[in-house]
């Protein structure tokens, strides 16, 4: 499939999913607009129509800046990847502290509201124009389709993801911007931690998904990429779980 001319913007692009993400939209040939918290790799060996932004996606001007760059940069928004999130140490309800649960909802759940607020009246606003649809994929994770025991808060916010999916695709069903979100379990990224370089770590996170392992990133960032293929044109308002068969139980 071809992106070429078209512009994709993505969040949490420095490293694991975002970064990946953005490496297979360029190499199909896609109008890159990169964000990050840090400086630190973003947008590190991308050349060629790329556009990079720091910032933090708790701040709702973040977000507005990010579509700006987007259109004055290259003309168009036409795919968002709202993939900026973070994750807190295992925790039982009452140990987490206020401070730790107020920043993850304020970066999983609020930061891709603020993203859907700034994006789809931009994107609406093109396809009443040339007829061109657009599709966003809020990255939420296989923690907002079941419970999350020691993972409360983050859960709470992952299902506030797939919420906020599901509301949006049905505003904008007839607007030509599908919205769909992609739902991984454990993953090899930073997140993952000790899981990475210790077998017995992983064995202990992977123990009960099925195919007992951890999700690579190129297998969720495939979903990412087929949920925003024009030929997945009737897909929209969707939870495409990655969790090696967790789901199945």
Excluded at 4 to 25: D, E, H, P
Excluded at 26 to 51: H, K, Q, T, Y
Excluded at 138 to 160: D, E, F, Q
Aim: with cysteine; hydrophobic share 50%.
């Amino acid at each position: 499939m071809t992106f070429a001319g078209k512009t994709v913007l993505i969040t949490g692009a420095s490293g694991g999913f975002g970064s990946a993400t953005a490496r297979m939209f360029a190499d199909a040939g896609a109008n890159l607009v990169l964000g990050d918290i840090s400086a630190d790799e973003l947008g590190v060996g991308f050349v060629g129509n790329v556009a990079m932004l720091v910032g933090d996606v708790r701040d709702p001007s973040y977000s507005n800046d990010l579509v700006n760059l987007s259109l004055d940069r290259f003309g168009t928004l036409d795919v968002a990847i709202n993939n900026a999130g973070i994750v807190h140490d295992y925790a039982k309800i009452p140990d987490l502290p206020e401070d730790v649960c107020r920043k993850i909802v304020d970066v999983n759940l609020l930061g891709v509201f603020w993203a859907l607020q700034a994006q789809l009246p931009v994107m609406a606003e093109q396809f009443a124009k040339n007829g061109n649809s657009c599709a966003i994929v809020n990255v939420a994770s296989v923690a907002g389709l079941r419970g999350a025991p020691w993972l409360a808060i983050y859960g709470a916010a992952k299902h506030g993801i797939v919420g906020l999916t599901k509301s949006a695709a049905l505003e904008y069903a007839r607007k030509g911007i599908r919205v769909n979100a992609v739902c991984p379990s454990f993953a090899a990224t930073p997140m993952a931690g000790d899981a990475l370089h210790d077998p017995e770590a992983a064995a202990n996170m992977t123990r009960g998904i099925p195919m007992r392992r951890l999700a690579t990133v190129n297998e969720v960032v495939q979903a990412i990429f087929w949920a925003t293929d024009p030929a997945n044109s009737f897909l929209t308002g969707q939870t495409v779980a990655i969790d090696g068969g967790l789901g199945a139980l």
